[in-house]
Nanobody, 124 residues
Framework: QVQLVESGGGLVQPGGSQKLTCAAS????????IGWFRQGPEKEREFVAG????????TYADSVKGRFTIPRDNGKNTVYLQMNSLKPEDTAVYYC?????????????????WGQGTQVTVSS
């Protein structure tokens, strides 16, 4: 079993940057893909970015491509979400989740373990 804890959320101005952290417990963390999702006010939870077990392959939603990156450090059991050029529409609760097979990134049913989420608010 894997437990995930997100952190790093907060209030940021439009155009600013924020870095989220997803810290995992569990010996097999480095075997799994990790995805980031977000859920804005009165919106469905949507895929944001995903990274495979080695870090050699990443996938991004069109809405964040070119602005967000998803590096990982298996030595620290951690995956990050670096968010740049933030917009008010990026305001949401951000969740990380385990994707065991590192595929079907957009489908929520693909993910087995979820963190509790961290709030990001983009506002002036």
């Amino acid at each position: 079993q894997v437990q995930l804890v997100e952190s790093g959320g907060g209030l940021v101005q439009p155009g600013g940057s924020q870095k989220l952290t997803c810290a995992a417990s569990g010996r097999t963390f480095s075997n799994y893909g990790i995805g980031w999702f977000r859920q804005g006010p009165e919106k469905e939870r949507e895929f944001v970015a995903g990274i495979n077990w080695s870090g050699g392959s990443t996938t991004y939603a069109d809405s964040v491509k070119g602005r967000f990156t998803i590096p990982r450090d298996n030595g620290k059991n951690t995956v990050y979400l670096q968010m740049n050029s933030l917009k008010p529409e990026d305001t949401a609760v951000y969740y990380c989740a385990v994707n065991i097979f590192g595929s079907n990134w957009y489908k929520r049913d693909t993910y087995n373990y979820w963190g509790q989420g961290t709030q990001v608010t983009v506002s002036s």
